[in-house]
């Protein structure tokens, strides 16, 4: 009696089963180096936006600035659409880290 597994490598799909996973591996490896940098590149964003939010509140700023979130949704929208990526997922995704760094910078103001 021949099980599954042994039908499997006879017909040849055992060798397309283990090459899919290779793939599948290879292409994984990629998307976990990519969240580290999207992961590095976030911490050095907000290091920056503490920076601003500092000078902001010993300037007596405002922390947000809606005509500069403006300026800059409409910047990663264009490079969203240049980049093949959906531009209101990219909206979304800035309009949440602009909401976050606003916060930061409320936190900031009150504590200076």
Do not use: Y
Not at 33 to 56: P, S
């Amino acid at each position: 009696m021949t099980t599954s597994h042994n039908t499997t490598e006879a017909n040849g799909s055992g060798a397309t089963d283990e090459a899919v996973r290779a793939e599948l591996s290879r292409l994984r490896d990629s998307i976990d180096n990519i969240d580290a940098a999207v992961v590095h590149m976030l911490a050095e964003r907000f290091k920056c936006t503490q920076q601003v939010g500092h000078l902001k509140a010993n300037h007596q700023l405002p922390p947000a600035d809606p005509a500069r979130e403006a300026r800059q949704i409409e910047r990663l929208r264009e490079l969203a659409e240049n980049a093949k990526l959906d531009p209101a997922f990219a909206e979304k995704l800035l309009n949440f880290i602009i909401a976050e760094v606003i916060r930061h910078h409320e936190t900031i103001a009150k504590s200076s």
